[in-house]
């Protein structure tokens, strides 16, 4: 790959998912602004060539680049004869030329991400240099709350009843290895540098490191040949701490302090962590997982500080002979076991040495892992964090004292905030099962217990009525010496485990045990019944004095759920006894709400909608429970990396959030492949946790605290219930149509990938309702359908319009709706997230996976209701927003797109080609050691690969 497309313009950026950085001017001003960029992807496309040509000869290399020019003809410059010529040329390679052409242009994707990374940090710092503000930015949204005359200590009480939080999840559709994310941080790097280089010499070097880790990432393979285990995934998401999130979240609260001179700043600012802890759909994640995700959170955190106490140590050397110290430093020094004659007059030192070896101690305690070197002896161990952080205040004191706070910034002050913000335990790990397994175990106990016989037979009241009655008793369920099964002992031991964690890593290191499929107030009492068994509740509900240490966290998933969760939540606080408890406990209730099963469910718009209706009841009744008990709501949003899951820029989704519900409280999941591409890289997964800050106090500061008008409500109500028909219609109620889905499709390609450790299904059958979210949205954008992204609105819309009976009434409704995208966030943002979903698919190449669906009628007439559908979505949106043209709004993701896509289509078409050879080979002759069938299946999991690399949110 010698350069980068070349057509009408020069290619541009494409934002990072989280922070725009929005140009504007001519077309000659972007190509100025751009140049850096394609500089970059020209010289990564011209490593990549030169060890293409090296490593697989010059014939590989020319095959290659044939196929590039021949795509860009096709895609870039509408040249028929070109895509005949690619597509005879792509379908008549051999196993081993495609699986090369494929990792080409995989390799190409990747690479061209990391320069389109750089070169939005490069934008972002030439309009900080010119003192332009970028939204998303928290200088942009402290200038916002200044001009709305908002005081600084109004802005930092926010902050400190606030709780912002991402929470890192495993990811069934990661493709990527760690080994490769390694290697691409390193090429990533070394492109930073070349902004700093100012020889030719040095520029010289630096191409020549390049090449080495193309290079190495060439000569790595890139798939696993083995599932990933729960602890690969555990160490996966470690490896973002060490990158970015241990050194990024000091930065970012630093830019707080900077804003609010004089404000005491509060921890409002936690990470999370499901990796370990969810056992919803995954056998193999258990009591030992936890212990271990817990355990290697702590070794992380505690390796870190113990790096920085080194450095410290290494800076401080101040004299008693030049500077005095306060008393309660010396005693800190005197307390120290270290007795070098060298150092007796440098108090800060000896400090830091006896700091060190508590310390290591407290790593050996916590984690029994050793200190990677010892002045003295480990010895000592902490008790807790706070410790921890005691001594180190003494030496900020102490630095202040003597007129040396000059000290305190550079590694200090970061220091003392990485151990208030994440202690000994690194991130709080959630508990999340499904409420069926739940019910299992309570049955199983109230059997053993001689109490109930046959507990699932109970309708909901006799199931709350008996529960109640559970936890007024002081009594525990379990019967010593009794055989339970094994499903019970695991799930208890999970609890006992928690208690043990808690115990050990301190209260943050577990808060939430959330219910997957809550459909009941039961499923809530179950988990209570089953906390108060180990004895993380303690007390009975009827004395008044009941506390328990695990917020129940109710989990509303389908349309139908989402629904009832303000119901169900009503009736779970009127039972005597539970609000008292919550209050007692931490006045804190988060409740989870899904956006992948709700889409599955219902589509993309109903889905969006049920959400925002039931965000807007559960802030009616936590308002009363507030005024009546204290009691503080926050939401918990289960968002994927698809806009179809949810996905789309989080700044924009915070501010579409319905008036009250966000109030400084806020949780969201961080998914796969989109953590790489936001935290990946440092100073992007800055930006990116900045955006989080700046929204939520927008959100809580700035929105308006009225409802949306009726007319829009009653609107999206009526385009929701038409949308929920047509897409029910066509993913449900077609017949074949999950035939199709499995034909026409990677997803039984993507079921065999080793790309997580839970199963992509809950159960053994095709049924779509069985079948997870994620692989579901994850197999759709493969083939550039994108179906969970846009299914439904178009139908829905046309419906809207033509219930309006007169040509002045059906204009008056699409005013009404060009009016709602104007004036409300929650209905602009979902169509500017509609917009970008349609701006990546691509019906020319879904067409071609046409070729793989059997019965060759079923598959064109469920294509053409698919493509009829897309296309009455692109009209509706025309119509709505008055652009033809996709990414009107964002010409520089949609130039990044349109240039990306030449590089992608021949991904599509050797998969389809590789899927057409795989399936088509006898079920008899898939044998294990046969290399061809080995082969095919590297080459489509690489080309799998290679799209999401392409596509970025896909997953």
């Known amino acids: 790959m010698p350069r980068a497309a070349r057509p009408k313009k020069n290619a541009a950026s494409a934002p990072a998912p989280e922070t725009p950085v929005v140009e504007t001017g001519s077309a000659a001003d972007a190509a100025e602004k751009n140049r850096p960029l394609v500089e970059d992807i020209r010289l990564l496309g011209r490593i990549l060539g030169d060890v293409i040509r090296e490593q697989e000869g010059k014939a590989a290399y020319e095959l290659v680049e044939k196929i590039r020019q021949l795509s860009v003809a096709y895609r870039l410059k509408q040249d028929a004869s070109a895509g005949k010529s690619l597509d005879r040329l792509l379908k008549n390679l051999s196993v081993e030329q495609t699986v090369s052409v494929i990792r080409a242009f995989s390799y190409f994707s990747h690479l061209a991400n990391i320069a389109e990374d750089r070169h939005?940090?490069?934008?972002?710092?030439?309009?900080?240099?010119?003192?332009?503000?970028?939204?998303?930015?928290?200088?942009?949204?402290?200038?916002?709350?200044?001009?709305?005359?908002?005081?600084?200590?109004?802005?930092?009480?926010?902050?400190?009843?606030?709780?912002?939080?991402?929470?890192?999840?495993?990811?069934?559709t990661e493709v990527q290895r760690k080994s490769i994310l390694d290697a691409e941080r390193a090429v990533a790097e070394l492109i930073n540098q070349r902004d700093h280089l100012h020889t030719a010499r040095e520029r010289a070097e630096n191409e020549e490191q390049l090449a080495a880790r193309v290079t190495q990432l060439w000569q790595t393979r890139m798939l696993r040949y083995t599932k990933l285990t729960v602890s690969d995934e555990i160490e996966n998401a470690l490896s973002?701490?060490?990158?970015?999130?241990?050194?990024?979240?000091?930065?970012?609260?630093?830019?707080?302090?900077?804003?609010?001179?004089?404000?005491d700043i509060a921890n409002f600012f936690r990470m999370g962590n499901w990796i370990g802890g969810d056992r919803d759909g995954n056998p193999f994640v258990t009591a030992e997982t936890l212990k271990l995700a817990l355990s290697r959170q702590s070794e992380t955190a505690l390796r870190h500080y113990l790096t920085e106490v080194h450095q410290l140590g290494a800076e401080l050397s101040m004299s008693l002979l030049l500077c005095p110290v306060t008393p309660e430093m010396r005693q800190l020094a005197e307390r120290s076991p270290d007795q070098n004659a060298h150092r007796q007059d440098e108090p800060y030192r000896r400090a830091l040495i006896g700091i060190y070896a508590r310390l290591a101690a407290t790593l050996h305690e916590l984690t029994g892992t050793e200190a990677l070197r010892h002045a003295v002896a480990p010895q000592n161990p902490y008790a807790s964090a706070e410790a921890f952080l005691a001594d180190l205040r003494v030496i900020e004191a102490s630095l202040k004292f003597h007129h040396a706070q000059a000290l305190i910034a550079p590694r200090l002050a970061p220091l003392m905030r990485a151990v208030e913000v994440f202690g000994f335990h690194l991130a709080t790990v959630d508990l999340r099962q499904s409420s069926d397994k739940h019910e299992e175990v309570v049955a199983e106990l109230l059997r053993v217990a001689r109490i109930e016989a046959d507990y699932s037979s109970l309708d909901e009241a006799g199931r709350r009525t008996l529960l109640l009655k559970v936890l007024d008793d002081a009594r525990p369920l379990r019967v010593i010496g009794a055989d339970y099964s094994d499903h019970a002992r695991s799930e208890l031991s999970i609890f006992e485990t928690a208690r043990e964690m808690l115990g050990r890593f301190g209260r943050h290191a577990l808060r939430h045990y959330i219910i997957s499929h809550t459909e009941d107030v039961s499923d809530l009492l179950e988990v209570l019944v089953l906390q108060k068994e180990v004895g993380l509740m303690r007390g009975t509900l009827d004395s008044g004095a009941a506390v328990n240490d695990l917020i129940v966290v109710p989990l509303f998933e389908t349309i139908g759920d989402l629904r009832n969760a303000a119901p169900i939540m009503a009736q779970f606080y009127a039972l005597p006894g539970i609000a008292g408890m919550v209050?007692?406990?931490?006045?804190?209730?988060?409740?989870m709400l899904g956006y992948s099963d709700s889409n599955k469910d219902g589509g993309f718009f109903t889905s969006n909608w049920e959400l925002y209706a039931a965000e807007l009841a559960?802030?009616?009744?936590?308002?009363?429970?507030?005024?009546?008990?204290?009691?503080?709501?926050?939401?918990?949003?289960?968002?994927?990396?698809t806009v179809g899951r949810g996905g789309g820029p989080s700044y924009q989704a915070i501010l579409a959030q319905p008036p009250g519900t966000v109030n400084g409280q806020i949780r969201l999941t961080e998914q796969g492949e989109v953590i790489a591409s936001k935290y990946a890289h440092p100073e992007i997964?800055?930006?990116?946790l900045e955006t989080l800050v700046a929204a939520t106090l927008e959100a809580t500061l700035l929105h308006p605290t009225k409802s949306a008008p009726k007319a829009f409500l009653d609107a999206a109500a009526e385009i929701s219930t038409a949308s929920m028909a047509a897409y029910r219609a066509l993913v449900y109620e077609t017949p074949g149509f999950t035939d199709?889905?499995?034909?026409?499709?990677?997803?039984?390609?993507?079921?065999?990938?080793?790309?997580?450790?839970?199963?992509?299904?809950?159960?053994?059958?095709r049924a779509i309702e069985d079948l997870r979210a994620i692989p579901w949205g994850f197999s759709w954008g493969q083939c550039r359908v994108a179906l969970p992204g846009w299914c439904g609105f178009g139908s829905a819309v046309a419906a809207y319009l033509a219930g309006a009976k007169g040509d002045k009434a059906q204009a008056e409704r699409l005013a009404l709706l060009q009016r709602m995208y104007r004036e409300w966030p929650f209905f602009r943002t979902l169509l500017s997230n509609l917009d970008m979903v349609l701006a990546k698919t691509d019906l020319r190449i879904a067409a071609r996976y046409l070729d793989l669906v059997e019965d060759k009628k079923l598959g064109k007439k469920i294509f053409a209701a698919i493509e009829a559908e897309w296309q009455r979505t692109q009209d509706a949106l025309n119509q709505i927003t008055g652009d033809a043209q996709r990414l009107a709004a964002n010409p520089t993701l949609a130039r990044s797109i349109e240039h990306r896509f030449p590089y992608l289509d021949p991904l599509n078409h050797l998969q389809v080609e590789l899927m057409r050879r795989y399936r088509q080979r006898p079920a008899d002759a898939k044998t294990a050691g046969d290399a061809t069938l080995e082969r095919l299946q590297r080459g489509i999991h690489i080309s799998i690969n290679g799209v999401a690399a392409g596509l970025r949110n896909t997953g």
């Open 685 to 688: 997964g800055l930006r990116n």
């Open 240 to 263: 973002y701490y060490r990158s970015t999130f241990l050194r990024q979240i000091p930065k970012m609260y630093r830019e707080v302090e900077h804003a609010l001179p004089g404000r």
């Open 740 to 765: 199709y889905f499995f034909s026409a499709t990677p997803i039984r390609e993507i079921a065999e990938l080793n790309i997580g450790s839970r199963p992509a299904s809950r159960k053994a059958t």
């Open 618 to 641: 559960l802030v009616d009744l936590f308002e009363q429970l507030g005024r009546d008990h204290g009691i503080t709501l926050r939401l918990f949003h289960g968002r994927g990396g």
């Open 120 to 172: 939005h940090v490069r934008r972002r710092e030439v309009h900080e240099r010119q003192g332009h503000l970028q939204e998303g930015s928290l200088a942009m949204a402290f200038e916002r709350l200044a001009e709305a005359d908002i005081r600084a200590d109004d802005i930092a009480g926010t902050l400190a009843r606030a709780y912002i939080s991402p929470v890192l999840t495993a990811h069934p």
């Open 583 to 591: 209050a007692r406990s931490g006045r804190e209730q988060d409740i």
